[in-house]
Structures are given as structure tokens and as C-alpha cells.
């Protein structure tokens, strides 16, 4: 999951359907994994076959596997973002990834600066740089370096949770584009959509199957990755649970002895008040 951190730390939410973080007049859109898409519709074909040759009484257990395959392709799919916004001279702009431990990221972006003459987004001049800082969860810098106004970075996570990407423009290249507004096409692939598979096929010499069996395999290591992931948010956000719960129970117990002594003190300080006035 994508989060977008605009300026004045707000954030923005980009899931499996990339939404418009808010401040920003930009456009989002999601780029779908081809293995799952190709894994769904050779799931569609070997379903029909094993309905049509197998009997009715396979049908409920078939479409029960199917499902569950389904599911698995779905799961494995996310981890491709693609997305482009604006940022100024001085604008920093932050995204949040949450990444699984001993997980590659690769991130692909290129600029465009605005043109007045044609009213339209151009392709930036060579000059024109972007500087990409990624942090892992516990704020360590894990990679900080100047790129091109075209280029590609590609870090491992080495810590399970939220890594912040930022990028900001080459402050001495600003006279470039003068106050105008530099659109930046960002493209971020986790996981196994990280890996070229042609190539891999045209280096290894894999056949189709071999390739899909691959596929599968990465999918299925990414996912045991997400599910220690999920696990290991669980026992944190119980962790967390705990210790509230134990805040809470001491605060009540603290404030009940509180309202105690202040009842006791009350009820002396009327008593010397009303001994002092003689009236009791």
C-alpha cells in the first residue's frame, strides 16, 4: 500500500485503486500485475475442462480450488504503483510504502517541465535533477543520491514496515523552469514485480511452464513475506493494546484515590469551618 505525504505531513492512500492524494491536481493510475491477469485466465480454462470431463460430482470441490488460486493470484497482485503529481521549486514531495522485510523496491520516474509557448508538459532538459532519500521504518537513511531528470532507483528493505520515499528537484538547476510547476511520472514495483520474466526465460531458457511455475513460486514467497508482515503488525497493535489498557486501569485507580482524598479533605476542612462558626 502506496501513502502519499503532502505537505503539512497529511497523507493520502493509494490501494489497489490509486486515489488523488488531496492538494494535488494530478491523475493516478493503477498499473495491474500481467502474472496475475495471465494466471486468472489460465485458471478460467483448466476450471471448464475439469467441469466438462470430470462430472458434477467435482464441481463444488473444483470451484473451491479455484477460488482459493484466485485469491492467491489477487494477493500476490498488488505491489505495482503507478502514479505522476506536481511539486514546485522548493516542494518536497513523500510517499509511504509498507514493505515486508528483505523485500526489493525498484522506482522509476521521469519529469516533465511545463511549456508556456505550448501550453503542455514537455520532457525536462538534462539538467534538471531529482534527489531520492529512502528511510526505513526506524528513520535510518538506506539510500540517498542525485539522479537525472530521467532514472531508476532500487533499494531492499531490510526492516518490515513504513518506508518513506522523498523526492525534491535540484535546487541549482531552478532557473530552468522559473516558478513553473515540474511533473514528476513515478512507477514503483515491489516484490516480485520487481523481476523482468522475459529476460529471465531468454536467460535461463525456460518454457512457458517452467516461467508460470516460477511466477507462482515468487508470488507464493511474497505473500509468506506479507503474511510475517500482517503477523508481525498483529503483535505490535497488541502490544500496543495492552499497554493502553494498563494506562487506562492505573489512570482510573489514580484518579479514583485522587477524588477519595479530595472528599476526605472536604469534609474535614467543612467540620473545622463549622466548629470554627460554633455551629455544630
Same mark, same amino acid.
Not at 480454462?45 to 466438462?52: F, V
Not at 499497554?243 to 494498563?246: D, L
Given at each position: 500500500?502506496?501513502?502519499?505525504?503532502?505537505?503539512?505531513? #497529511?497523507?493520502?492512500?493509494?490501494?489497489?485503486?490509486?486515489?488523488?492524494?488531496?492538494?494535488?491536481?494530478?491523475?493516478?493510475?493503477?498499473?495491474?500485475?500481467?502474472?496475475?491477469?495471465?494466471?486468472?485466465?489460465?485458471?478460467?480454462?483448466? #476450471?471448464?475442462?475439469?467441469?466438462?470431463?470430470?462430472?458434477?460430482?467435482?464441481?463444488?470441490?473444483?470451484?473451491?480450488?479455484?477460488?482459493?488460486?484466485?485469491?492467491?493470484?489477487?494477493?500476490?497482485?498488488?505491489g505495482a504503483h503507478a502514479l505522476y503529481f506536481h511539486i514546485g521549486e522548493t516542494e518536497k514531495r513523500c510517499?509511504?510504502?509498507?514493505? %515486508?522485510?528483505?523485500?526489493?523496491v525498484i522506482g522509476n520516474y521521469r519529469t516533465q517541465l511545463w511549456d508556456k509557448q505550448s501550453e503542455s508538459f514537455l520532457p525536462s532538459t538534462p539538467g534538471l535533477g531529482?534527489?531520492?532519500?529512502?528511510?526505513? %521504518?526506524?528513520?535510518?537513511?538506506?539510500?540517498?543520491?542525485?539522479?537525472?531528470?530521467?532514472?531508476?532507483?532500487?533499494?531492499?528493505s531490510?526492516? %518490515?514496515?513504513?518506508?518513506?520515499?522523498?523526492?525534491?528537484?535540484?535546487s541549482t538547476r531552478m532557473a530552468l523552469f522559473a516558478g513553473g510547476k515540474l511533473r514528476v511520472h513515478l512507477d514503483i514495483q515491489v516484490g516480485e514485480h520487481t523481476n523482468n520474466y522475459p529476460e529471465i526465460a531468454a536467460k535461463d531458457k525456460l518454457t512457458e511452464l517452467q516461467l508460470r511455475a516460477r511466477q507462482l513460486l515468487d508470488q507464493v514467497e511474497q505473500i509468506q513475506k506479507e503474511q510475517n508482515y500482517q503477523r508481525y503488525r498483529e503483535e505490535r497493535f497488541r502490544m500496543t493494546s495492552e499497554?493502553?489498557?494498563?494506562r487506562v486501569?492505573?489512570?482510573?485507580?489514580?484518579?479514583?484515590i485522587i477524588l477519595?482524598?479530595?472528599?476526605?479533605?472536604?469534609?474535614?476542612?467543612?467540620?473545622?469551618?463549622?466548629?470554627?462558626?460554633?455551629?455544630?
Open positions: 500500500m502506496l501513502r502519499a505525504r503532502l505537505p503539512g505531513m #497529511a497523507r493520502a492512500q493509494f490501494s489497489s485503486r490509486a486515489r488523488r492524494p488531496s492538494g494535488c491536481a494530478c491523475v493516478s493510475s493503477l498499473i495491474p500485475g500481467e502474472p496475475r491477469q495471465g494466471m486468472r485466465g489460465r485458471l478460467g480454462e483448466g #476450471a471448464g475442462l475439469s467441469m466438462a470431463g470430470g462430472g458434477g460430482e467435482r464441481l463444488p470441490g473444483m470451484l473451491r480450488t479455484v477460488a482459493a488460486l484466485v485469491l492467491l493470484a489477487q494477493l500476490a497482485g498488488r510517499f509511504i510504502e509498507e514493505i %515486508p522485510d528483505e523485500t526489493m531529482m534527489h531520492v532519500e529512502v528511510k526505513d %521504518p526506524d528513520g535510518k537513511v538506506i539510500l540517498s543520491r542525485q539522479y537525472g531528470s530521467e532514472g531508476r532507483f532500487t533499494f531492499t531490510h526492516t %518490515p514496515g513504513e518506508h518513506q520515499i522523498c523526492l525534491h528537484s535540484n499497554s493502553t489498557n494498563q486501569l492505573w489512570w482510573s485507580i489514580a484518579q479514583t477519595i482524598l479530595t472528599g476526605i479533605w472536604q469534609m474535614r476542612h467543612l467540620k473545622s469551618f463549622f466548629e470554627a462558626k460554633k455551629l455544630v
